[in-house]
């Protein structure tokens, strides 16, 4: 999703106005606020498609997953973003008694698209990386079947894994579950090449 920015404010300001929106999303980075471009029918079926098998092996286990619509803030970045899937096993931590803003997940999933996968590599990566409980980041392609996945090492540095092919499987250690690219481009149509 594309982000346009807006005037400066703090990030009370913008939580509030936030929560008043009922149409638009927007992120917030060192006080600036973006507006949000709405996604491609490929990109909810592979966000949908992701909540879907996470959630189903979460079942019974102290884990929950999250699609697009719940915010994460990065306190060191000074920054909140909507991210496509985020997770976490274990006690959440939520911004405030809303419990619209997760401030631990341990893994974050974003989809590309062609006007925004450079972003979600660079600059967005950089501001998730500065978030303590993430382990894990996975990118998802929306024009074929791939996946990268960068794991946190002890050490700090991230180390990627890529993924290619409908039999190939992403293991998440951080939510102890495993993602079959078969399941996350189910019902996907290539055909239709996303417009931004």
Same mark, same amino acid.
């Given at each position: 999703?594309?982000?346009?920015?807006?005037?400066?404010?703090?990030?009370?300001?913008?939580?509030?106005?936030?929560?008043?929106?009922?149409?638009?999303?927007?992120?917030?980075?060192?006080?600036?606020?973006?507006?949000?471009?709405?996604?491609?029918?490929?990109?909810?079926?592979?966000?949908?498609?992701?909540?879907?098998?996470?959630?189903?092996?979460?079942?019974?286990?102290?884990?929950?997953?999250?699609?697009?619509?719940?915010?994460?803030?990065?306190?060191?970045?000074?920054?909140?973003?909507?991210?496509?899937?985020?997770?976490?096993?274990?006690?959440?931590?939520?911004?405030?008694?809303?419990?619209?803003?997760?401030?631990? !997940?341990?893994?974050? #999933? %974003?989809?590309?698209?062609?006007?925004? /996968?450079? +972003? &979600?590599?660079?600059?967005?990566?950089?501001?998730?990386?500065?978030?303590?409980?993430?382990?894990?980041?996975?990118?998802?392609?929306?024009?074929?079947?791939?996946?990268?996945?960068?794991?946190?090492?002890?050490?700090?540095?991230?180390?990627?894994?890529?993924?290619?092919?409908?039999?190939?499987?992403? !293991?998440?250690?951080? #939510? %102890?579950?495993?993602?079959?690219?078969? /399941?996350? +481009? &189910?019902?996907?149509?290539?055909?239709?090449?996303?417009?931004?």
């Amino acid at each position: 999703m594309a982000l346009q920015p807006k005037t400066p404010c703090r990030f009370e300001d913008y939580l509030a106005t936030e929560r008043e929106e009922l149409e638009i999303r927007h992120e917030y980075v060192g006080g600036k606020v973006f507006a949000m471009v709405g996604a491609t029918a490929n990109h909810n079926i592979i966000v949908t498609n992701i909540v879907r098998e996470l959630g189903t092996q979460m079942k019974g286990r102290p884990c929950l997953v999250y699609s697009s619509d719940m915010k994460v803030r990065i306190e060191s970045a000074d920054a909140s973003k909507y991210p496509d899937v985020l997770a976490h096993c274990g006690e959440q931590q939520f911004f405030d008694d809303r419990r619209d803003v997760l401030l631990n !997940p341990s893994l974050i #999933v %974003e989809v590309l698209s062609p006007s925004t /996968e450079a +972003y &979600d590599r660079g600059e967005k990566f950089a501001i998730y990386r500065r978030l303590p409980s993430l382990r894990e980041y996975l990118l998802v392609s929306q024009a074929k079947v791939s996946a990268e996945l960068y794991v946190r090492q002890g050490d700090g540095r991230w180390m990627l894994s890529e993924y290619d092919g409908p039999d190939s499987e992403v !293991p998440l250690a951080s #939510v %102890e579950c495993r993602l079959q690219l078969r /399941e996350i +481009y &189910d019902k996907v149509n290539f055909n239709e090449a996303p417009p931004f």
